[in-house]
């Protein structure tokens, strides 16, 4: 049983000790058949060794047993958020993932260019999947219409996809797609899902009727269509549920993104690990948590290239000296999801978590590994438990009733 | 945590992959004292073994720690559903286990025979638990009623035992038992728990009445009791829930009928393991989900005859030489709950479970057993979890949220 966000903010109290949550992306993996270990038991990580001496480990569940995470849920879990209760609608998260500023108000819509024949029946959902210049050419010619006093933002994402935000008052985010997922049909007409949501409707199937007229001539990408609709979710910040003063380093939009929503400060940080780790020891004095992403991971796993992935294990365990170094209170290094070369995406696997402190039982793991992790002594529990964990071998919270 | 139907739905996709769950029925145990393994510890079973090999195995708890299962709920948690909240009503259940073909309109009560005194008093419960053979004659004189337009089918089932099925319109499942399930006290008039029941409590009591004068003469079974008034659960089906085709082969009747409340196809078969394996075989492309049900672990268990029921582990497991043959890309071997021999019946103790498939995660265990699943990948889980686990494993269920 995990507690809820009420019981944490009633115990939880501010203090000047550290905590370091190191996600490195879908660092979980799947043993290589000719022997038997995994990417992360395969890599040479001294680094990572030596911290899980002292430290409590185990294998975590992002979401549920036999649930493949998405990079959002993941990373809300490791947050300490329900992942499910708190999913974050795709145009919303497609925002985030190009750094768009999205505000409080705003909805955001996913979009793709497509094609359409004469009667106006798609032909091709993804419109030969343009070329990213290509589509920003077309985006500037729809980007910042205004439509009843509502400002329609259009941003280009890559290829085909796009992003349109639309920014006023009144804006509802329950609409449905116009993006009927087939071709052969013609575009939807956006409904609306409940009878607040009727201006919103109306003012996007406005913009998709404009677009289409401005985009007649520029076959294939001759016509649009926009789904997920969604507005910001609201979550209450990482300060207010655990009186922390966080800090994010990510170097990939996306994870920027999802940190903000947990309300944390994101700091500038450039694209490599070690950029990231200067990052942290220059701010280190100024914060009391740190979320620190590490991408490279996860992309060699999406990529299926087990080798890569053992190499970015091992830079990345090179650079963790120095947060070693730095001594926080409580370091935990795990993942948002399990991301095996085998499977070359995200899957269901439980992802192994080391939590450091000097206040953890330790249990006997020498070895940072899926299979070691095991039989550690944080068992298998869900992710989202991690955040309690770290804050109380932080000495962040209080005895829970008298 | 375990995700809801909702989310589940969502992500299940229909693909080409093949499910089997195998049900050991009552397979968990505890250690003869003298040699201090359980039955499938002690019985000789290298199929299974060589499949844990290359598996990933764990304990589940059918309902929750400590509570014993009856087989419905063991098995609807194994199907994927809550069984707390899906529990099924006994007068259901008896009538699925004499394979009695329930509509979804009837109400069900499960019946006893009693004797009472010439005040009507209950002084036996069971009427010396009459012959089965007297019992049928009985009960032909009370099958077939007509009452106010409802029929009144009754059915035997053992000794004093028999279902009685109320088919018509407008029936509400919501009426008190008449069973005082004590004696020295007269048999309850069945009371409506709500309105709605007030005319399915009338026809109960009118049956009641009828049935008492016909029975007048034949002492000690001179009077009846009812209990369990219930209905078809309308458990949203299997292949609502996660795309499947699904097929049970079960030679028993109830278990047939609590696949058919999933929403299962029951097939025909036989009553040996074998006949049930060739079963399996013939339906093989047929079908992407096979329950596979075999009774005799637990029948051996619940007579505390512990040589026979490692006697039927090991008949099982040279059966399940022609499933392994048959290549499906998962296979789950678990029981509803465990039946230790020395118990002499169901018993709260977690089942031991082995999920094969190419994309888990072996977790070193080389012998199936309660004592080697302790240390398993699965961990000690909900049995509700399995299906989420076999679906993932199978490839069939997409990235939850972005």
């Not at 947050?79 to 505000?103: H, K, M, T």
């Not at 009878?195 to 016509?223: G, S, W």
Request: charge should be negative; include cysteine.
């Amino acid at each position: 049983m995990t507690v809820s966000f009420e019981i944490i903010r009633e115990i939880s109290r501010n203090t000047t000790s550290k905590i370091v949550l190191v996600s490195l992306d879908g660092l979980g993996g799947l043993p290589d058949p000719l022997t038997g270990k995994t990417e992360l038991e395969t890599a040479s990580a001294p680094n990572l060794d030596r911290l899980a001496e002292k430290s409590i480990c185990g294998l975590a569940d992002p979401v549920a047993p036999g649930i493949t995470p998405g990079s959002g849920p993941g990373h809300l879990a490791l947050f300490g958020y329900d992942p499910v209760s708190c999913n974050i609608g795709r145009g919303v998260l497609e925002a985030l993932g190009i750094d768009f500023d999205l505000q409080p108000k705003d909805v955001a819509a996913r979009g793709n260019f497509c094609t359409v024949d004469g009667q106006g029946i798609i032909t091709d959902r993804r419109a030969g999947r343009i070329s990213s210049e290509a589509s920003a050419e077309l985006i500037r010619l729809l980007d910042g219409m205004d439509i009843g006093g509502v400002k329609v933002l259009v941003q280009p994402v890559r290829e085909h996809r796009f992003v349109a935000v639309f920014r006023g008052e009144g804006l509802n985010a329950e609409v449905a797609d116009s993006d009927p997922q087939q071709t052969g049909v013609a575009p939807k007409k956006i409904e609306p899902l409940n009878t607040e949501a009727q201006v919103t409707a109306d003012i996007a199937n406005e913009f998709v009727i404009k677009a289409k007229n401005i985009l007649a001539q520029h076959h294939p990408a001759n016509m649009l269509l926009l789904r997920g609709f969604s507005q910001h979710p609201h979550l209450p910040s990482m300060s207010e549920i655990y009186k922390l003063n966080p800090a994010a380093i990510a170097s990939y939009p996306m994870y920027r993104g999802l940190a903000k929503l947990a309300g944390m400060t994101v700091l500038k940080t450039g694209p490599t690990i070690q950029d990231e780790m200067s990052t942290l020891k220059q701010n280190y004095n100024d914060y009391d948590f740190f979320f620190l992403h590490i991408k490279g991971t996860d992309s060699a796993g999406e990529d299926g290239d087990f080798a890569r992935k053992v190499d970015m294990i091992e830079q990345a365990d090179r650079v963790l000296f120095q947060l070693i170094e730095l001594a926080p209170d409580v370091i935990v290094v795990t993942a948002d999801h399990s991301t095996p070369a085998l499977l070359k995406g995200h899957s269901w696997h439980p992802v192994p978590v080391l939590l450091y402190s000097r206040w953890c039982r330790p249990d006997g793991i020498k070895k940072f590994g899926e299979s070691a992790c095991r039989s550690g002594g944080l068992g298998r529990f869900p992710a989202r438990e991690i955040m309690s964990l770290a804050m109380a071998h932080a000495l962040k919270l209080n005895k829970f009733g008298a």
